[in-house]
């Protein structure tokens, strides 16, 4: 065993067993962060709190919640909503939050595609940012059936259809994941364990294995510029503070951080207390009724895109097309070609597939949510194929790209 | 500024987004359908019939019109309405489906026009006549031979503005427009009424089973037991939530769902009790709102004074 000193303080004492100042030296005080970012790059830090709210707001709701399709909707609805006191601060907190983050899930995946911080290097990063998301969508689904209303039950339905596989109609499949011919109590409550314990588990995981793959390639900056980290922290270190190209994260990075969560929390919580129809639609305020199909079913914003890479096709194409779209982002840093990590508007072409790519996941996803009929079929099958042809264009776009 | 262009691009699209998939999506996947201020003459039942019975109702909405001009008698319209406490009293009993309401408020609750409409013929005031087309009779059907002359409807509607319009809570107003038909289980509500505490579980379930009793006969009547309205105010838009009560089958054509004719004031008093039940943290979130958001206003300028003190030494 190592030997210890009589301590002077707490802290020392502390130190000796536990080594903190080595620990806030690594993690916070001296982990370096480029200084030539905006506020783009405060987008994971704003992620990692908004999980923190769902994850405190989820633990209040997981008091009161009852898994069982008779009490379901009636203990959030009325014991949530009536009787526990500000329990309906911790469900909208809950329910906008979860729709939230994934507007700050896209934003900072499209602020890696733009400033190509998925490349040489930093592919680790990207990867398991993907997991994040992947992993986020299920939590948001299974979620989503808790409340078991309407638009749960038939969401639950058409998503654990897809499992039949088209033609090959796999619906013993089905039957599996549902643990019943059609949703219910079996469902409920397995979506109840994935949602509360083994996904918002892996979550924790995969958000310090993501943290962790940043540790070696370092966070990107604005202009690509590759930074020899070990020099720039030498002379921020010597006090040439103003010359030096890296700033720490505790307390340079973070004071920027905290800023921008400010405004963050501003527009969230006007959201939360008088903007929340988004994110709780009227559909699911209707108690689940398996002889009643609402008139238009269709996911929350942030799946539509996909929603409709399915829509558009017949029923086998749509299938393989969804599940190259559910995939494709993951070969992201593969499948660009090109030499340079630069932001888009230096990539020449580049740029270009950044902006059609942006547009079409826009076009697909308010598609999503119209009904497949007329013109808005035709644009939908238009907009995916465009979705599916960005892949190998990507390829081509890069391969020709010189070397800045 | 580049942070203030890249923030304008974010913002943009984000509103896009939102506009697609919000106001945009919700007015292609609803049909748009016209709001008349609870104003009862008849022009959309006129609109939408199409059969040989566009012609009855063009008269008969000319007809309830001019009754509307007819100055009514309050003292001679008390004698009208005696014959009407037959079945509309304390205590009223289920007949033909439902239990006739108390027509306690009725002068707070509901349209001048439409009452003298519902007095004239009941199935084509609610216009649920489809459902009566020969084969049935409405259950206030006889109302059409016992009230004839428009003089007469004039004066029970006369009376029953001016002598039974006291004040009225939203409570009321729910159990006298809807409560009949539509239970209400978040406020322990059902179609007999607000259910009451027993002492003997046997009295309780004696009670269950004549609340099972009335939603089978309403049941029966309706062809299926109206929905309950706990969280209706949450599931329905607002415009829909109106133009539904003005004219149920201008939503859902082919409802037996009546119309039951309740004016601006009357319906503002039902949706302020759905409104209590279904959406009860309003108030709160209202009231607690403002300064939740000014904290951190607050905290957005304390932290940007930060900001700056840290990052002048870098810069």
Request: hydrophobic letters at 45%.
């Amino acid at each position: 065993m190592a030997k210890f000193e009589k301590a002077k303080s707490v802290h020392e004492w502390l130190d000796q067993r536990l080594a903190i100042n080595t620990l806030q030296r690594v993690l916070s005080t001296e982990y370096w962060i480029p200084k030539d970012i905006n506020f783009l790059w405060a987008m994971g830090l704003v992620l990692a709190v908004t999980f923190g709210l769902l994850l405190i707001s989820g633990i209040f709701l997981l008091m009161y919640y009852k898994p069982d399709v008779a009490t379901a909707f009636d203990s959030v609805n009325y014991t949530i909503m009536t009787e526990v006191g500000y329990g309906w601060l911790w469900r909208h907190i809950h329910g906008v939050a979860a729709s939230v983050v994934f507007l700050i899930i896209y934003i900072h995946m499209f602020t890696g595609i733009y400033y190509g911080s998925y490349k040489k290097g930093r592919e680790m990063i990207w990867i398991s940012g993907m997991l994040l998301f992947v992993t986020f969508s299920a939590e948001a689904f299974s979620g989503y059936m808790l409340p078991w209303g309407q638009m749960s039950y038939w969401a639950g339905m058409v998503i654990t259809n897809l499992f039949s596989g088209g033609s090959l109609e796999a619906y013993g499949l089905v039957e599996w994941i549902r643990g019943d011919y059609v949703p219910g109590d079996a469902f409920l409550t397995r979506f109840f364990m994935l949602h509360v314990f083994l996904l918002p588990l892996v979550i924790i995981g995969l958000i310090v294995f993501h943290f962790g793959t940043l540790r070696i390639p370092h966070v990107n900056n604005q202009e690509g510029e590759e930074i020899d980290f070990d020099e720039a922290a030498k002379l921020y270190k010597e006090g040439k503070k103003k010359e030096s190209k890296v700033i720490p994260f505790n307390p340079v990075f973070l004071s920027k951080d905290v800023f921008v969560l400010g405004i963050y929390f501003v527009l969230f919580f006007y959201l939360v207390f008088f903007h929340f129809e988004f994110a709780m639609d009227p559909v699911n305020f209707d108690t689940a009724d398996g002889l009643k199909t609402p008139p238009h079913i269709y996911p929350e914003w942030y799946f539509l895109w996909s929603y409709e890479i399915l829509r558009p096709f017949s029923k086998d194409i749509g299938l393989i097309a969804f599940g190259i779209a559910q995939v494709a982002l993951f070969f992201l840093p593969f499948i660009d070609r090109s030499p340079n990590v630069a932001p888009a508007h230096k990539r020449g072409l580049f740029k270009i597939w950044f902006w059609v790519f942006i547009v079409d996941m826009i076009i697909l996803t308010i598609l999503g949510k119209l009904p497949p009929q007329g013109i808005f079929n035709d644009l939908g099958l238009v907009a995916a194929i465009v979705f599916l042809l960005l892949g190998p264009a990507l390829v081509v776009v890069t391969l020709k790209e010189k070397k800045l | 500024m580049r942070e203030f262009k890249i923030l304008g691009i974010v913002v943009f699209f984000t509103l896009v987004t939102y506009w697609g998939v919000e106001p945009f999506a919700h007015s292609q996947m609803h049909k748009h359908v016209e709001g008349h201020e609870f104003v009862y003459d008849g022009t959309a039942d006129i609109e939408e019939t199409v059969d040989a019975k566009k012609e009855m109702k063009k008269a008969y909405w000319a007809d309830v019109a001019k009754i509307a001009t007819l100055k009514g008698d309050a003292t001679s319209g008390e004698a009208v309405y005696a014959m009407c406490m037959g079945c509309h009293m304390e205590g009223a009993v289920n007949m033909g489906g439902v239990t006739p309401p108390s027509l306690e408020h009725t002068g707070a609750l509901y349209d001048k026009n439409y009452l003298i409409a519902l007095i004239k013929d009941p199935a084509v005031a609610m216009n649920t006549d489809h459902k009566f087309a020969d084969t049935m009779m409405h259950p206030m059907g006889s109302i059409k031979t016992m009230v004839t002359e428009p003089q007469q409807i004039a004066d029970v509607v006369a009376y029953l503005l001016t002598k039974k319009a006291g004040e009225v809570t939203p409570k009321e107003a729910y159990a006298e427009a809807c409560g009949r038909c539509h239970e209400m289980r978040y406020a322990k509500w059902t179609q007999l009424g607000k259910t009451p505490f027993f002492k003997e579980k046997k009295d309780e379930l004696a009670h269950q089973i004549k609340v099972l009793d009335e939603q089978a006969a309403v049941k029966g009547y309706m062809g299926k037991l109206p929905p309950d309205l706990s969280m209706i105010i949450r599931a329905r838009s607002e415009h829909f939530l109106e133009t539904f009560v003005e004219n149920p089958q201008s939503q859902l054509a082919g409802t037996s769902m009546p119309r039951v004719g309740l004016s601006k004031e009357g319906y503002e008093k039902v949706t302020a009790y759905l409104t209590m039940i279904g959406d009860p943290s309003k108030p709160a979130r209202e009231a607690i709102g403002p300064w939740v958001i000014l904290f951190f206003v607050v905290f957005a300028v304390l932290a940007y004074l930060w900001k700056k003190e840290t990052w002048r030494e870098v810069h």
